[in-house]
């Protein structure tokens, strides 16, 4: 029995409620910020650079000025210099110096923006800002990850005895894998209406925002304000995936110009503008080395992690370092690690967290390394994982790098996923299709998912009429929060959710909260809803008269773990090198469910972008730091019929990390399948002596790989 089992009313558990969500957006009834129109509203255009770095020797922006419907022209003088928010200081020592909101001398990536054009129409700022002249000197830029550049910050992890374990190898396997960065691309591209009311001095800013309290917070602090005087609302947001976690210059930018001109301004991005101008995903170096004694056992991991950073650091910039560091070496018992990460800036475009952030990249490394010592060492991929996966009974338990993993039964994953796939009936079947001259691969990944720490808030108001409203910090980009919200508050009080209704995204009626990313949403933003539900309750049944007004912010003693195992099949034609996903299995844990649609929905997403990552998607940089890949012509996202046959179970151990008993789903699809992708790619590959292959698994790369060798028919 979970904590919240524990409290919940017999006969009132709603799992089956349909999203109530849905009938609003399927049938054009959303409300995005893009939506958002106000009389008078003036127009905002940016003018962007050119070069990936620059000096500015000068602005000329009087033929802008001079343009019909124009009503102004901003640049960092009309700023004062003003500066982007610092860093999450999760790491200590992080050397990053202050970002100008727009810049004073100098520019650092491509798509920067310098001036601000702000029109009574759309069409009138475009213009003009093709009128403004921006006169610079080029100068050298630094790539991602280039020899020499600072580092930002690092982070080291060691544990154990490093010379008494390679004393007990007789195997050693290493890889080295360079994953290239990725966009975030959400259906609704970034945008802001801010809009001043000369009454009362105070700012209202519609953004699409993950963090809803820290976007008012960074508003009010970047302009001066008190914090009572600037509201943020994040209205319906066409998907984030961490790229909406943070406040852009653009958001400040405009925010500022409305106070500036006392207006109301609004400013939408071009899908061009995110690809060069939005903060990216991914684009890691790593190299992991693992030694195995000859029992196959675990002795020692030594991994070196190399993150970019691009031109400026968002809130969230080196989460995903941090991450990838101390989720290593994921579910696995390992005698001794040494792992070493590090960050740099280049003069690129942003990286923030993307769905994942750094999960996908230990198991990427983790599983890399797994697979190539099981060849090594002439032992089955199962086997070997078998052998040294955590034990239930160890739980929770201490990691090497000084985390603890709550709950879990890793071993029942990957025997659940086996099992479902039918393992060893597939390992017949691919040796009889290698005996016939097919290429075919089997790829398995475990990993780990992390599920956010600290605090979330909710308020539960019990009303007259006997309805419920929640309120929670905890905004939503599609997760479904106002469905499984309804569910938790409803199973609490003992009423059908079909009574409750929930508010979240806006700073003036919802409490403050840090926000739905991290995979937090349902295990600690849930919570609070538990927690402020069941006072609502105490107080009702003490006999205290309607209305009720519960507030409760909760905060999670420890962080949930929840894990999975992936298995795909991947078929690549001999001729063309195109690959098929065949099938994926997957069994995934992610604790107490509230609503199975919602977590199933959560689960295919991340699939479907952790397939975009394996197989598709790429940005690419040329040697002078321009954008090749600056269109929907060049970067290629997965679609409908790029899905392979999926088949999910779900083992939901509870946790006793938060109230609900649940654990994070969100991101698990970006964690276990690109992983399994690669391992399948490379186990087709095998018989070729696996050569190193990188994503996307492109028909062109694994074309070229086959070249170097013949295929043989063994298994």
């Keep these: 029995m979970t904590p919240f089992d524990a409290h919940t009313q017999a006969g009132t558990r709603p799992d089956g409620l349909a999203r109530v969500e849905d ?104 213009q003009a800002a093709e009128r403004v002249f921006v006169d610079y000197e080029a100068l050298p830029a630094q790539a991602d990850l280039a020899d020499g550049a600072p580092r930002v910050t690092t982070v080291r992890h060691e544990a154990g005895d490093r010379v008494a374990a390679e004393a007990l190898a007789v ?6 894998q360079q994953q290239p960065r990725v966009v975030a691309m959400s259906l609704e591209p970034r945008a802001a209406v801010a809009a001043w009311s000369e009454a009362d001095g105070s700012l209202t800013v519609w953004l699409p925002s993950q963090s809803p309290a820290r976007a008012r917070d960074d508003l009010a602090h970047t302009l001066g304000l008190p914090k009572d005087k600037v509201r943020v609302i994040a209205p319906d947001v066409g998907g984030s995936f961490g790229a909406k976690a943070s406040v852009c210059p653009e958001d400040l930018v405009i925010a500022f110009a409305a106070r500036h001109l ?118 089955d991929p199962v086997e070997l994982r078998l052998r040294n996966l955590l034990a239930a009974q160890a739980m929770p338990y201490a990691t090497p790098t000084g985390e603890s993993f709550d709950a879990g ?96 995204g806006d700073t003036a009626t919802c409490p403050d909260g840090i926000g739905a990313l991290a995979s937090r949403s349902m295990a600690i933003g849930g919570s609070a809803v538990v927690e402020a539900a069941r006072q609502a309750l105490a107080r009702r049944e003490a006999g205290e008269a309607l209305p009720i007004v519960a507030n409760a912010r909760y905060t999670a003693p420890t962080e949930a773990w929840s894990y999975g195992c992936v298995i795909a099949r991947m078929a690549i034609d001999v001729d063309t090198g195109r690959p098929t996903i065949e099938r994926i299995v997957w069994v995934d844990d992610a604790g107490r469910i509230i609503s199975p649609q919602l977590a199933e929905g959560q689960l295919l ?99 070229r790989a086959m070249q170097h060798n013949s295929v043989t028919s063994e298994p």
């Design 262 to 379: 006392k207006a109301t301004v609004k400013w939408v991005s071009s899908r061009s503008d995110e690809f060069t101008s939005a903060a990216q995903g991914r684009g890691a170096q790593l190299q992991g080395a693992l030694w195995l004694d000859a029992a196959g056992r675990f002795v020692h991991l030594a991994a070196q992690l190399r993150f970019p950073l691009g031109a400026w650091l968002p809130f969230s910039a080196v989460a995903p370092m941090r991450n990838a560091a101390r989720i290593l070496p994921g579910p696995y018992r390992v005698g001794s690690v040494a792992i070493e990460a590090g960050a740099a800036q280049s003069n690129t475009a942003a990286v923030n967290i993307y769905r994942g952030a750094g999960r996908p990249e230990a198991a990427l490394l983790m599983e890399r390394l797994v697979e190539k010592a099981a060849r090594a060492a002439g032992i």
């Design 409 to 504: 039964d890793y071993r029942a994953a990957l025997e659940r996923a086996c099992a479902r796939f039918g393992y060893a009936a597939e390992r017949r079947a691919q040796a009889m299709r290698r005996a016939a001259g097919e290429v075919v691969g089997v790829g398995i990944a475990m990993y780990v998912e992390p599920c956010g720490q600290g605090w979330e808030s909710a308020r539960v108001t019990l009303q007259a009429d006997g309805r419920v409203r929640v309120a929670s910090g905890s905004a939503a980009q599609g997760q479904g929060h106002q469905t499984s919200y309804a569910v938790i508050a409803a199973e609490v009080l003992g009423i059908d959710a079909a009574l409750v209704s929930v508010d979240h």
């Design 171 to 176: 195997h050693r396997v290493a890889v080295r």
């Design 23 to 126: 009938h609003r957006l399927l049938t054009g009834r959303g409300h995005y910020v893009h939506d958002v129109s106000r009389p008078g509203m003036l127009h905002a255009v940016f003018v962007r650079s050119v070069h990936p770095s620059a000096k500015l020797l000068g602005i000329d922006t009087s033929a802008a000025e001079a343009s019909d419907g124009v009503i102004a022209v901003l640049g960092a003088a009309q700023l004062a210099g003003r500066t982007m928010p610092p860093p999450n200081p999760l790491l200590p020592g992080l050397n990053a110096p202050a970002s100008w909101l727009l810049p004073m001398d100098r520019v650092d990536a491509v798509g920067q923006p310098i001036v601000l054009v702000l029109a009574t129409s759309l069409e009138a700022a475009q």
């Design 605 to 703: 997403g991340g699939l479907a972008q952790g397939l975009g990552q394996a197989m598709l998607e790429r940005i690419v940089y040329d040697a002078d730091g321009q954008l090749v890949t600056g269109s929907l012509m060049d970067y290629a996202v997965p679609r409908a019929d790029d899905m392979p046959p999926i088949e999910i179970e779900s083992l939901a151990v509870p946790t006793d990390a938060n109230l609900l008993g649940a654990k994070g789903v969100g991101e698990a699809g970006c964690i276990g399948v690109p992983a399994a992708l690669l391992n399948a790619a490379a186990d087709a590959l095998s018989p070729l002596g696996e050569p190193e292959l990188e994503f996307p698994l492109t028909a062109e790369r694994l074309w």
